[in-house]
């Protein structure tokens, strides 16, 4: 049983900063990936990014140059990160860790943005 916990999101002004954090449990395998995505408001969910956990991180072309994937591997957790927020940027957050067939969702966090 995969077992993490995601923290982080709540009201941020437009231009400031996001960091969201997913911590898993150490028996996480490598063979799984740790997964971004966000739902805006009245919208379709959208992936954001991917990190595989024994190899590398895949930023969603849209999102490229926007998005980072920070990793504390002796902590096990992998962030979420963006400078310059944009209204747009306004959703629920939701991490993902996913090792097919099995996929395991956070229960997602609220990131509201004030212009």
């Known amino acids: 049983q995969v077992q993490f916990v995601e923290s982080g999101g709540g009201f941020v002004q437009a231009g400031g900063s996001l960091r969201l954090s997913c911590k898993g449990s150490?028996?996480?395998?490598?063979?799984?990936?740790v997964n971004w995505y966000r739902r805006p408001p009245g919208k379709d969910r959208e992936f954001i990014a991917s990190?595989?956990?024994?190899?590398?991180?895949y930023v969603a072309a849209a999102m490229k140059r926007r998005f980072t994937l920070p990793r504390d591997t002796a902590k096990t957790t992998v962030d979420l990160q963006k400078t310059s927020l944009e209204t747009d940027d306004k959703g629920v957050y939701y991490c993902?860790?996913?090792?097919?067939?099995?996929?395991?969702w956070g229960q997602g966090t609220q990131v509201t943005v004030s212009s």
């Open positions: 990190l595989a956990l024994g190899g590398n991180a």
């Open positions: 993902a860790i996913i090792g097919e067939p099995r996929e395991y």
């Open positions: 150490s028996s996480v395998p490598t063979t799984y990936s």
